[in-house]
């Protein structure tokens, strides 16, 4: 049955992007990046097909276990950013950055673990100059999106990095000779998702997922001291980026328009057990900005992070505008236990005494997936118990 767009708003589970794919993506992943011993890599065309081959699969199995709102898992993109990295031409992009998802990180287990942001690399996963102004050559979205929706009679929501990302991860001072200010180039970056957007919305997409996990930045002590060291004002930036993702939405009826606000998704192997355990990019409560953020973002839904104590209190909820919908993100895809569904429970209670339950939904962290084949990542099967748990709490919960 096809799902409406009051049905979007109103959606008690959501899934939040990327997912684990089939062991045959990642085996032609690794093959295409470096090579195997005695095997040659794969083509891009090759690589292409298994990845949609990958993506028919998770639609395949997302039905199969009646999850209300499909997603392609993010399999076709080299990492999530990709949906405006991937979409533009201006960014000066040095060579020899292919095998920049080889960069090694932080192998510790519960800790901090960020790649170098101003090392040579890709845009918007580095610092990147710009050397023209951005322009939109390839709607990366928009061709997933096509594909998905072709492969399945479902409705399929799509997911695309948010300005205040994007602002982040550009060197104003190396591009003076394109943009004046920072102001200048968010201006650009909005009118090329606003495009993007309007031709997603001509092509039948109804659900569009913001991606914003720069937001915690602004209450995380390590990211401040970097914006001020730029020159930056982080209430500035804060103020920017609230506008920017209120201007990309802005006009587009009979639309559902979600944004996802995370502290970053590494993970790692615990040396001891082998098992997968967390790691993050940002720390921070959201108390400091939620009267700002979910006070002034005219999204429909509020995709949150809270899975653990690094999120704080549900007390910052009361901050949620009436019209919009708080999806908490209390499921991990970062250890493999399954939560119960009395402890899913009890956390929705615990949430409902600052926010009606008519007002709250339930969904992973994060996404459970990684671009990078041999990072840690949860296996399929713990994935989709993950996901049917989800379904079950909320049935029992919003009957």
């Known amino acids: 049955?096809?799902?409406?767009?009051?049905?979007?708003?109103?959606?008690?589970?959501?899934?939040?992007?990327?997912?684990?794919?089939?062991?045959?993506?990642?085996?032609?992943?690794?093959?295409?990046?470096?090579?195997?011993?005695?095997?040659?890599?794969?083509?891009?065309?090759?690589?292409?097909?298994?990845?949609?081959?990958?993506?028919?699969?998770?639609?395949?199995?997302?039905?199969?276990?009646?999850?209300?709102?499909?997603?392609?898992?993010?399999?076709?993109?080299?990492?999530?950013?990709?949906?405006?990295?991937?979409?533009?031409?201006?960014?000066?992009?040095?060579?020899?950055?292919?095998?920049?998802?080889?960069?090694?990180?932080?192998?510790?287990?519960?800790?901090?673990?960020?790649?170098?942001?101003?090392?040579?690399?890709?845009?918007?996963?580095?610092?990147?100059?710009?050397?023209?102004?951005?322009?939109?050559?390839?709607?990366?979205?928009?061709?997933?999106?096509?594909?998905?929706?072709?492969?399945?009679?479902?409705?399929?929501?799509?997911?695309?990095?948010?300005?205040?990302?994007?602002t982040q991860r550009f060197d104003l001072e190396r591009s003076r000779g394109v943009y004046q200010d920072l102001d200048e180039f968010v201006a650009d970056v909005v009118a090329i998702q606003r495009r993007m957007i309007a031709e997603l919305v001509d092509a039948g997409c109804r659900y569009i997922q913001i991606d914003a996990p720069g937001y915690t930045a602004y209450v995380d002590r390590v990211s401040l001291e970097r914006m001020r060291s730029r020159g930056e004002d982080p209430d500035q930036n804060l103020c920017r980026s609230i506008a920017a993702d209120n201007a990309v939405i802005a006009g587009f009826e009979g639309v559902t328009f979600g944004i996802h606000i995370c502290r970053g998704n590494p993970r790692t192997l615990d040396p001891k057990t082998g098992m997968v355990v967390p790691q993050w990019h940002r720390e921070g409560h959201y108390d400091a900005i939620a009267e700002r953020l979910f006070g002034e973002l005219k999204h429909d839904r509020l995709l949150l992070e809270y899975d653990s104590e690094r999120a704080g209190s549900f007390a910052p909820l009361r901050f949620v505008q009436k019209n919009a919908v708080a999806v908490l993100g209390i499921v991990s895809t970062k250890n493999a236990e399954v939560e119960t569904m009395e402890t899913l429970k009890r956390r929705i209670e615990e949430a409902s005494r600052y926010l009606p339950l008519a007002q709250l939904a339930i969904s992973p962290q994060c996404g459970f997936g990684s671009a990078d084949p041999d990072r840690a990542t949860l296996t399929e099967d713990e994935q989709w118990r993950k996901l049917e748990r989800l379904i079950q709490t909320a049935a029992q919960v919003w009957r």
């Open 1 to 166: 049955m096809t799902v409406n767009e009051l049905d979007f708003r109103k959606l008690r589970v959501d899934q939040v992007g990327s997912l684990v794919g089939p062991g045959s993506l990642l085996d032609a992943i690794r093959r295409y990046r470096r090579g195997e011993p005695g095997d040659a890599k794969l083509r891009d065309a090759d690589l292409r097909a298994v990845r949609d081959e990958a993506v028919r699969h998770v639609l395949r199995t997302q039905e199969n276990i009646g999850f209300p709102i499909l997603s392609d898992g993010e399999l076709r993109r080299g990492n999530f950013q990709d949906s405006f990295a991937a979409a533009v031409s201006g960014y000066d992009i040095p060579t020899g950055t292919e095998d920049f998802s080889l960069q090694q990180l932080n192998p510790q287990p519960y800790s901090r673990s960020e790649q170098d942001f101003g090392g040579p690399g890709p845009a918007i996963l580095t610092r990147r100059p710009a050397i023209r102004r951005l322009q939109l050559v390839h709607n990366v979205p928009l061709e997933e999106y096509r594909f998905a929706s072709g492969a399945t009679n479902r409705p399929i929501k799509t997911t695309l990095i948010g300005p205040d990302r994007v």
